[in-house]
């Protein structure tokens, strides 16, 4: 068993847990009549539908791992997977899928899918997949869960994406990451947890070692008592406290699996490819639907057109078809290709989140010409909206060097400046 399923069963636990209460109350006794069944029904289907009703929406990004082969080094490929890590950091991405462009009867590369066992002689992806999932591990639980690897010999070199969840050893905060360890809290069914602090914790579950599990640190900051903490799963810091906690890692064999598998209920529901052979739209022209789940895909060293062309479960379709929008982001290009990692940093639809008190607000900056276009996607609740817009009038990018906006603090990289609102 793996140690993202181990890690998904300590989730499903958590939540689990977290439910008995809930559960115990939908539990019959004897005597209960039909009218009381009915309610209780009645009462677990609202319920599920205001939980449906608080998700937060997600931002994913699926990259090639194509362009990991089109580096001439290892030590230029990781600064690259590196500056994919930081830009996906930066914006706050939810989710990093990696995908290759293989037929649909290709089996899938076990040297992908496992953590920490593939051979040196490992793929453009599953070196992608280390790097990616490797710098967005907290420092302090890097040598537990990431055994000495060739490929990991430069990591070194790369600065540190400093997330929220990548605390210093005095900070405390309401969750934190950590992972089990061998030694068991004697006759209590429960294990100890390092989570980067002078002393372990205890959590009150049963847990096999070497797993990453998040902590619900509770606000008992006394180390000495040993008071059980909670395993979480890994949206609680999100959804509880609106803190950005990291993103996580996907590997697709083709395109279609990226649609396919998607972890979250009900799939993605808005798709956003990105080509130089796509539509150039001005920015008051471009209406964001709605969405949950948004997945922006950017292509290989061919595009997107060569995996679909590639992928069987898609083979003969168009491009357009596949996804919602298919959009140049940069058009009038001085360049004939633009790199993946300059398209992640230097986006015209940039998404950026704004901070005011816990709740999380994104909004879309597009550059054309002299004009920022600024449309807000979903506002600073967990419910996403229909996207509103304004234009702003600005000077020539060359010129700009602060802006005043009646706004949280807000910094965007935009040409090189730094804007802020």
């Known amino acids: 068993m793996g140690k993202k399923q181990k890690r998904a069963e300590a989730e499903t636990e958590a939540e689990r847990i977290e439910n008995d ?14 009218k009381k069944k009915k ?49 996906a950091t930066i914006f706050r991405i939810d989710e990093v899928v990696v995908f290759d462009n293989k037929s649909s009867s290709e089996k899938e590369d076990p040297t992908v899918t496992t953590d920490n066992n593939s051979d040196e002689n490992e793929s453009g992806g599953a070196f992608f997949i280390r790097i990616l999932r490797y710098l967005e591990t907290p420092q302090y639980l890097r ?26 050893k ?25 989570v980067g602090l002078s002393k372990n914790v205890v959590v009150n579950q049963a847990l096999e070692p070497g797993i990453r599990v998040t902590v619900a640190m509770g606000t008992n900051r006394n180390l000495d008592d040993d008071s059980p903490r909670q395993v979480v799963s890994l949206s609680k810091p999100r959804e509880e406290a609106g803190l950005y906690w990291g993103y996580r890692v996907r590997y697709a064999s083709n395109i279609s699996s990226v649609f396919k598998d ?7 529901d808005l798709l956003i490819g990105t080509s130089e052979h796509g539509l150039i ?4 022209e471009l209406s964001l639907p709605t969405f949950r789940h948004l997945l922006i895909a950017f292509g290989g060293l061919a595009g997107l057109e060569e995996s679909i062309e590639e992928d069987s479960n898609l083979k003969g379709k168009d491009v ?27 986006w015209p639809v940039v998404y950026v989140p704004i901070y005011e008190t816990c709740d999380l607000n994104k909004i879309c900056i597009f550059l054309t010409g002299s004009n920022f276009h600024i449309a807000s996607v979903f506002p600073r609740t967990n419910q996403p909206s229909n996207a509103k817009s304004s234009t702003l009038k600005l000077p020539e990018v060359s010129q700009i060097e602060e802006i005043s906006f009646p706004y949280s603090s807000l910094s965007c990289m935009v040409a090189k400046s730094v804007i802020s609102f």
């Open 143 to 168: 040598k537990a869960l990431f055994p000495r690897h060739n490929n990991l010999r430069f990591v070194g070199m790369l600065p540190p994406l400093d997330a929220p969840h990548h605390l210093r």
């Open 39 to 87: 309610r209780r029904r009645r009462n677990k289907e609202r319920d599920e539908r205001d939980k449906e009703a608080k998700e937060i929406p997600t931002v994913s990004i699926a990259v090639s791992g194509s362009i990991i082969n089109n580096a001439q080094s290892l030590e230029l490929a990781t600064r690259l997977a590196g500056q994919i890590a930081r830009a």
């Open 170 to 194: 005095h900070e405390w905060a309401p969750f934190r990451e950590g992972v089990t360890l061998n030694e068991k809290v004697p006759n209590s069914g429960k294990t100890l947890v390092d």
């Open 21 to 34: 209460k809930a559960e115990n109350e939908f539990e019959l006794t004897n005597g209960d009549s039909h």
């Open 320 to 346: 357009r078809e596949v996804f919602d929008s298919y959009l140049n982001t940069r058009p009038h290009q001085g360049s004939r290709t633009i790199r993946t990692e300059v398209v992640l940093f230097d």
């Open 281 to 284: 739209i001005n920015s008051s």
């Open 262 to 268: 998607c972890p979250y209920r009900g799939g993605y």
